[in-house]
């Protein structure tokens, strides 16, 4: 092999499209089955941008670099920016008015403000993901402080314990970064 990532139409980029297509139409086909359904074309424009935003990130950064670590780094960084995202626009995760809840758009930027600063290179996409761990740990710790928090339905423990999934999730993704920039070396 010449030393370049060949990226066709292979069974997992197939399954990749495939699942995002059925994921978008489903809301069209509940339309025309339930009355409750009502999307318009702007709802269908930014969950076509979510949906297929992090496919082509994954697919862009797939050929430029060809590790699985660092693949696996970038599907679960993706992964994780997307259901973070998804979660707060369907119901936010302390509720739908609690304005702690735009505070999670917040980490997603801080970390794609990392990955641009460490011009995607292993070793500084490691620190970064490490970096929204830590601020996903302390935005927990606001949370379980905020007196806005104690009266959701689902408790500061459910939203902790969310906090707490994406932040090892988060870890998960610098882990692996971490990994593909000591396979480079």
């Given at each position: 092999m010449d030393g370049k990532v060949r990226i066709g139409w292979n069974g997992w980029?197939?399954?990749?499209?495939?699942m995002a297509t059925a994921l978008l139409l489903t809301p069209a086909v509940m339309m025309q089955v339930r009355d409750d359904w009502h999307w318009g074309p702007a709802a269908f424009l930014l969950a076509g941008v979510m949906i297929f935003g992090p496919i082509l990130a994954y697919e862009r950064t797939a050929r430029l670099w060809p590790s699985l670590a660092y693949r696996g780094g970038v599907a679960t960084a993706l992964v994780v920016s997307f259901l973070l995202v998804w979660i707060n626009l369907a119901v936010g995760i302390l509720g739908e008015d609690n304005p702690i809840n735009f505070s999670f758009f917040l980490l997603v930027m801080a970390s794609a403000?990392?990955?641009?600063?460490?011009?995607?290179?292993?070793?500084?996409?490691?620190?970064?993901?490490?970096?929204?761990?830590?601020?996903?740990?302390?935005?927990?710790?606001?949370i379980a402080t905020a007196p806005s928090a104690a009266n959701e339905p689902r408790g500061t423990a459910g939203a902790l314990v969310l906090c707490g999934f994406f932040a090892a999730m988060w870890l998960v993704a610098a882990a692996l970064f971490h990994r593909a920039s000591r396979e480079g070396r």
């Open positions: 980029r197939a399954a990749r499209w495939g403000v990392g990955a641009f600063a460490a011009r995607l290179r292993p070793d500084g996409m490691a620190r970064a993901m490490f970096g929204t761990a830590v601020m996903q740990g302390l935005l927990a710790l606001a």
